[in-house]
């Protein structure tokens, strides 16, 4: 089964509206981590924001907030008041505690295109 | 402020030959790490390690080898390689495995 699943290929959001973009995640592990990154066309990976499975509240860093719902196991990041530099591809990753190992598990990524 | 520098940023192989890719990062980060990106799927990890001297195998080792001989270095090695491993390589590092991940910028390699 996916660890993470992103089930949506594409988004249009309009120039100052806001997106969600949504995660699923699958694990048994009481104990992980949810990431969100985003991928210019440049390539680089760029870390976006973080949320613990234990953390009791949403975490949030300037435009970007985590609506995490840990009992549907998900983990959508908004992006508030799009601008064109948002476009880029977008990924969901997932680290679990409990195995021991390091393993960052990736989800097929959402293409977001912000149109002015 | 260098971060995570990969090199080299592109290169051509034929089939069966060798080639190192090279990680270095100036952050001090004990965790480094090694991944695929291949179209249409997420990134995969290769192999990673949490300290200098350590090395572990991660979602896709296969015809892969790794050394971290020094904390800011982390080698990814193939010996022979395949058609199969044409991809884009990232490596990352963190201070820890709760840590967010530094990317570099990207190796792309082909195979002939």
């Known amino acids: 089964a996916q660890k993470i699943t992103q089930t949506q290929p594409g988004m249009f959001v309009q120039e100052k509206e806001a997106v969600t973009l949504d995660c699923t995640y699958d694990t048994s592990d009481p104990s992980y981590g949810l990431f969100w990154y985003k991928q210019p066309s440049s390539g680089e990976m760029i870390f976006l924001i973080y949320?613990?499975?234990?953390?009791?509240q949403n975490a949030t860093e300037g435009r970007y907030s985590l609506n995490f719902q840990k009992a549907r196991k998900s983990a959508n990041l908004v992006i508030s008041a799009s601008q064109l530099g948002d476009s880029a591809m977008y990924f969901c990753?997932?680290?679990?505690?409990?195995?021991?190992?390091?393993?960052?598990?990736f989800g097929t990524g959402t293409r977001l295109t912000v149109i002015p | 402020n260098a971060g995570v520098t990969q090199t080299p940023k592109f290169r051509v192989l034929k089939t069966g030959q060798s080639m190192t890719l090279l990680c270095a990062q100036d952050?001090?980060?004990?965790?480094m790490y090694w991944y695929r990106q291949d179209p249409g799927m997420g990134l995969r990890l290769i192999h990673y390690s949490v300290g200098e001297g350590t090395t572990a195998k991660g979602e896709v080792p296969d015809g892969y080898n790794v050394s971290r001989l020094k904390k800011q270095n982390f080698l990814l090695g193939l010996e022979s390689a395949a058609p199969s491993q044409t991809s884009v390589y990232f490596c990352?590092?963190?201070?820890?495995?709760?840590?967010?991940?530094?990317f570099g910028d990207g190796t792309r390699l082909s195979i002939l």
């Open positions: 952050m001090n980060h004990e965790y």
């Open positions: 990352a590092s963190s201070t820890d495995r709760d840590q967010p991940q530094h």
């Open positions: 949320q613990g499975s234990y953390d009791q």
């Open positions: 990753a997932m680290r679990e505690d409990q195995t021991g190992a390091n393993n960052l598990f």
